[in-house]
C-alpha cells in the first residue's frame, strides 16, 4: 500500500470509508486519481468479527459521546447512544443488514407532491428520477441486489414466513424476501448466505456486501490507495480563495497531522459530516465550512423507526437467519387518505437475545416486561421503516457541554419528530399488529424509536445556493472542490434504507470528479 | 448497547473457593437437570463481592430479579449481575458509597418480602439514577451469557455450526410455505 506525502497537493482526502468513502475510494482510484482515506475506526476482517453481539457491539460501534435534547423517543430510551452507526474500516457497512430498495419517483419530489407542510422543510431533489434510476442500476450491479439483474431472491425463513402468511391474509401484494445486498448464490468472488443471523455483528463469510472486503481491497490493488485507519479529521482548511486545502487529522498515536490534498470528500456519516464542517469554521466561513446557507447539520432525518413483535404459541426462532431477509413494499406510496405524507416500508427484523431488552424494549422492568423475553422462542419481528419529513430545527449542532478527547465539542443531536411522523408511526405499527393478529398472534409489543440508524440530509442538496448546501453532484455550493458523499446529501429521506441511494449518488458523483478532474476543472 | 460478554467464569465451584478475601460472598446451588449442570463445575456456586457485604448482595439480587423476574431463570444467572454492578462499584470511593446508600435506601426485609411489595417499593425509586443503572445494568448483563440464552433459546454463534442454513432458518412448520417467486431457492454451491 502506498504512503502519499502529507504534502503531496494531487492526492484526493476521503474522510470516511463506508458505503460512500469506500465506493470513492475504488472509483477514484480506477480513474488513475490518488487517494488518501482517513478512518477513525480500526480495521476488522471476517476472522475477526465476533458473534458475542455485545463483544461485536463494543468491537464496530461509534461510541464517542454525543449530547441530545427535543422530544423523540431516544433521549428517554436510549440516552447515551441516540445514534448507532460504525466506527471502523467499512463503516455501517459492516454492521448494516444489507436492504437495498430504492426511492420512489414521488419521494424525490417531496415538497411538490406533499404540498407545504407547516413545520417541515421539505424540498425537491435537484435530480431526475431517470437519472438516479441509472445509477441505481450501476449500484445494483455492484452490490449484487437480490430480485435484481437476475440473481435470485433469498430463501424465506420462519420470521418471513409468518410476516408473509400475515401480510397476504391482509391483502398486501407485493411482499417478498426484499432486495439484499447479500448473496443469495456465490458471485463476486464471495460466498453465498448461510442463514447465520449476525449481520449487524459483521457477516463473518462476506456474503453481504460491505466496502471493507469489496471496494476497499479493490482500491487498494490499483495501488493508489492510501488508506489510514485509526486516523480522526479535526478539521478541513482552505486557501484565501475558498478553495479546501487539506484536512488536520489526529493519526494513531494522537499525534496532529496535516493532509494536503487536490480534492475533499466527505462522507463520515451525516451526524460526523455536518460536525466536521461546523469544526472547519474560519474566518471566511464564520459559521462552518460551505454553511453560507445555514443549512449544514439542518434537516437531519432518520427514519420513522419501530419494531413490531408478534408472540405465537409456537415456536418462530426468529434469530435464525438474514435479519433483513422480508418486506411489505405496499404502504411505500403516497395517500393522504391514511392521514399522512409519505409512505413506509415493513422490513422483516429481529434482534439477537442481548439486544432484544436494550433496542426492543427499553422501557421495561417487571412482570410485563420479562413476559415478553420468556416468549423469546415464539416471537416474530418486523421492522417499520418510513419517510420522516426533514425540519429546519432537526438538527446537528457542536455541544456547548461535552468535548470529546480531543478538546472537540461532540455532536448534539436535537429532534422533535413532525406530527405527521408520528401519524405515520401509529399508522404503521397498528398495521403491523394487524399482520400478526392475522395469523393468530396472542400478544403483540410495539416499540418505541430506537437509536438512529440510518443520518440523512445534513448536507442537503439543492439547486438554490440558499437552500441547501451542495449541488445535484454532492459538490458544495461555496467550496469548488468540497465534495459530500454520504447520506447528509439526501434532500429528503423517503423510506429507503439509504445505503443503496448513498452508493449510487457516490458511483455518480465519481464519474463526475473524473471527468472534471480530466478536463482539468478541479 | 452490550458491554462485553458476561461468562459463567465468575461463578466457581463453593467448595474450591476461599472465602477471607471478600467482602461478601453470594451463594446458590443450581437445581438439578438445568442444562447449566454442564457448564459448571459442581451444582454449588459462590461469588466473592469486592464492595458489598452478603446481605446487601442478597438485597441487590432480590431487585433484580424484580426488574426481570424470570421465575424459573436460575440464581446463577441474576448472581452475573450483582458480580457487574459490585464490580463496577469497585472502581471509586464515590461509586461505592453510591450503591450502598441506594441498597440501604430499600427497606430491611426488603429481599424476603413478597413480590407485590417489592415492586411497590421499586416503584417510588423508579426515576432516580441508583434504580435506573441496575436497571440498565441488569438488561447489559442478564440477557448476554450462556446461562440466559439457555434458558431462553438464543442459539448463539452459529459461524462455527454452518449457519442455519441447514439448522432450521426455515423449519416453521405450522403456516404454509412461501411460494417461489416470492422467495428464493437453497442456494447451491
Known amino acids: ?522 | 448497547m452490550n458491554t462485553r460478554a458476561t461468562h459463567t467464569d465468575s461463578l466457581e465451584s463453593a467448595d474450591r473457593r476461599s472465602f477471607v478475601r471478600g467482602v461478601g460472598v453470594l451463594t446458590g446451588v443450581i437445581a438439578l437437570g438445568s442444562p447449566l449442570a454442564g457448564l459448571l463445575p459442581s451444582r454449588a456456586w459462590a461469588v466473592q463481592l469486592q464492595v458489598l457485604s452478603s446481605a446487601e448482595a442478597a438485597a441487590l439480587l432480590a431487585m433484580i430479579r424484580t426488574i426481570a423476574p424470570h421465575d424459573t431463570l436460575d440464581d446463577a444467572a441474576y448472581a452475573l449481575v450483582v458480580v457487574a454492578v459490585d464490580g463496577d462499584a469497585a472502581g471509586s470511593t464515590e461509586a461505592r458509597a453510591g450503591l450502598k446508600a441506594g441498597i440501604a435506601s430499600l427497606r430491611d426485609g426488603f429481599a424476603l418480602m413478597p413480590e407485590g411489595a417489592r415492586v411497590e417499593q421499586l416503584r417510588r425509586i423508579e426515576s432516580g439514577t441508583f434504580f435506573q443503572s441496575v436497571r440498565i445494568k441488569t438488561l447489559l448483563v442478564l440477557y448476554n451469557n450462556p446461562i440466559a440464552w439457555s434458558h431462553f433459546g438464543f442459539e448463539g454463534e452459529s459461524f462455527s455450526k454452518g449457519g442455519y442454513l441447514l439448522r432450521g432458518f426455515n423449519d416453521l412448520k405450522w403456516l404454509p410455505d412461501v411460494p417461489l417467486a416470492d422467495s428464493g431457492p437453497m442456494p447451491t454451491a
Request: glycine share 10%; charged share 20%; hydrophobic share 35%.
Open chain 1, 1 to 522: 500500500m502506498p504512503r502519499f506525502e502529507l504534502n503531496d497537493t494531487d492526492v484526493v482526502v476521503i474522510v470516511g470509508s463506508g458505503a460512500g468513502g469506500g465506493t470513492m475510494a475504488n472509483e477514484l482510484t480506477r480513474r488513475g486519481l490518488k487517494v488518501v482515506m482517513f478512518e477513525a475506526g480500526k480495521r476488522q476482517s471476517l476472522a475477526t468479527f465476533s458473534q458475542n453481539p455485545g463483544e461485536a457491539f463494543a468491537q464496530l460501534t461509534w461510541l464517542e459521546p454525543r449530547t441530545q435534547s427535543g422530544s423523540w423517543d431516544p433521549v428517554k430510551t436510549s440516552p447515551t447512544l441516540p445514534a448507532w452507526h460504525c466506527r471502523t474500516v467499512g463503516g455501517t457497512t459492516v454492521h448494516w443488514t444489507g436492504a437495498t430498495p430504492r426511492l420512489q419517483p414521488y419521494e424525490i419530489r417531496a415538497r411538490s407532491v406533499y404540498g407545504d407542510i407547516p413545520g417541515a422543510s421539505l424540498a425537491d431533489w435537484p435530480i431526475d428520477y431517470d437519472e438516479l434510476k441509472r445509477w441505481y442500476q450501476v449500484a445494483e450491479k455492484r452490490l449484487g441486489v437480490t430480485r435484481r439483474n437476475g440473481n435470485p431472491g433469498m430463501p424465506a425463513s420462519n420470521n418471513f414466513k409468518v410476516m408473509y402468511a400475515g401480510a397476504r391474509r391482509l391483502g398486501y401484494k407485493r411482499v417478498h424476501t426484499n432486495y439484499l445486498a447479500i448473496n443469495s448464490r456465490a458471485r463476486d468472488d464471495r460466498a453465498f448466505c448461510i442463514q447465520q443471523g449476525f449481520c449487524v455483528q459483521g457477516c463473518k463469510t462476506g456474503a453481504k456486501w460491505s466496502t471493507l472486503y469489496t471496494e476497499i481491497p479493490r482500491a487498494e490493488a490499483s495501488g493508489r490507495l492510501d488508506l489510514r485507519s485509526e486516523c480522526f479529521v479535526t478539521r478541513i482548511e482552505h486557501d484565501e480563495a475558498g478553495r479546501a486545502t487539506g484536512v488536520v487529522y489526529r493519526d494513531a498515536a494522537g499525534q496532529e497531522q496535516r493532509q494536503r490534498a487536490r480534492i475533499v470528500c466527505v462522507a463520515g456519516n451525516a451526524i460526523e459530516t455536518a460536525r466536521l464542517l461546523l469544526l472547519s469554521e474560519s474566518g471566511r466561513f464564520k459559521h462552518g465550512l460551505a454553511n453560507g446557507s445555514d443549512q449544514v447539520g439542518r434537516n437531519y432525518c432518520h427514519h420513522v423507526l419501530s419494531f413490531v413483535f408478534g408472540i405465537f404459541d409456537q415456536p418462530v426462532s426468529f434469530w435464525r437467519g438474514a435479519v433483513l431477509a422480508g418486506v411489505v413494499e405496499d404502504e411505500n406510496i403516497q395517500d393522504p387518505r391514511r392521514g399522512f405524507a409519505g409512505g413506509y416500508h415493513l422490513e422483516l427484523a429481529m434482534l439477537d437475545l442481548p439486544t432484544l431488552p436494550l433496542i426492543g424494549l427499553p422501557y421495561g422492568w417487571g412482570r410485563d416486561f420479562a413476559s415478553v423475553v420468556d416468549n423469546y422462542r415464539n416471537m416474530a419481528g418486523m421492522l417499520v421503516n418510513g419517510e420522516d419529513l426533514p425540519r429546519a430545527d432537526n438538527r446537528i449542532t457542536l455541544s456547548s457541554t461535552r468535548k470529546d478527547g480531543y478538546g472537540l465539542p461532540v455532536a448534539h443531536i436535537h429532534c422533535d419528530p413532525h406530527p405527521n411522523d408520528l401519524a405515520m408511526r401509529a399508522h404503521a405499527t397498528g398495521q403491523g399488529r394487524k399482520i400478526y393478529e392475522a395469523v393468530g398472534a396472542k400478544r403483540t409489543v410495539v416499540s418505541p424509536m430506537p437509536p438512529a440508524t440510518h443520518q440523512m440530509g445534513t448536507a442537503r442538496m439543492s439547486h438554490d445556493p440558499g437552500q441547501g448546501v451542495t449541488n445535484a453532484y454532492g459538490r458544495t455550493h461555496e467550496v469548488p472542490n468540497l465534495f459530500i458523499s454520504d447520506g447528509s446529501v439526501q434532500t429528503t429521506a423517503g423510506a429507503a434504507n439509504p445505503t443503496l441511494t448513498i452508493v449510487a449518488l457516490a458511483l455518480r458523483q465519481a464519474d463526475h470528479i473524473g471527468r472534471e478532474a480530466a478536463a482539468g476543472r478541479l
